[in-house]
């Protein structure tokens, strides 16, 4: 954008585009979901070495397809810990995040190898990942 360009806008243009641009609603949007999905399927190659994404498969650990929602330990045809599967949990976004932070302080005993996604914006963008799973 130069100078002249802007020089020709009338200032009630100016401040229109601003309000634009500064409008939480936009933020909202369905684009702005896809563009935190697609961060998020960056934040889960750290996952992916364990976790398929294909409904029909396990991998070391339980497909993650339809995750967010779902209560632990019920994927047919994977052998999760007792910890786990009697664990109570639904995977709801609050249990997610916990879980993503540390799993083992948030259910003692389970089989998945520890891991810590601890940024709050890393973790909205991992959930995000998983709700355009499901
Ligand atoms: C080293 C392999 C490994 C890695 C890496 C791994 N997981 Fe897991 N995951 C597992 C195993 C094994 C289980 C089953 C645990 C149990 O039965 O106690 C599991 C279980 C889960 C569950 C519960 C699923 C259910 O059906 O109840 C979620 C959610 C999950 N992992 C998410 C993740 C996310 C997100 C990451 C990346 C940040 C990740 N995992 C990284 C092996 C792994």
């Given at each position: 954008m130069n100078n002249r360009w802007i020089a020709a806008l009338s200032p009630s243009a100016l401040v229109a585009l601003t309000a634009l641009v500064a409008s939480p609603a936009l933020y909202a949007e369905g684009s702005d979901q896809e563009a935190m999905a697609a961060a998020g399927a960056a934040v889960f190659h750290q996952c992916e070495a364990c976790h398929t994404?294909?409904?029909?498969k396990n991998g070391?650990?339980?497909?993650?397809?339809?995750?967010?929602?779902r209560e632990a330990g019920?994927?047919?045809?994977f052998a999760y810990s007792d910890a786990l599967k009697n664990s109570?949990?639904?995977?709801?976004e609050e249990n997610l995040r916990k879980w993503v932070a540390d799993n083992e302080a948030l259910?003692?005993?389970?089989?998945?190898r520890h891991v810590s996604v601890t940024d709050p914006v890393e973790q909205d963008y991992l959930i995000a990942f998983l709700k355009s799973l499901n």
């Open positions: 994404l294909d409904p029909a070391f650990g339980p497909n993650l397809h339809g995750v967010v929602g019920t994927v047919p045809r109570g949990l639904t995977w709801n259910v003692p005993g389970t089989r998945m």
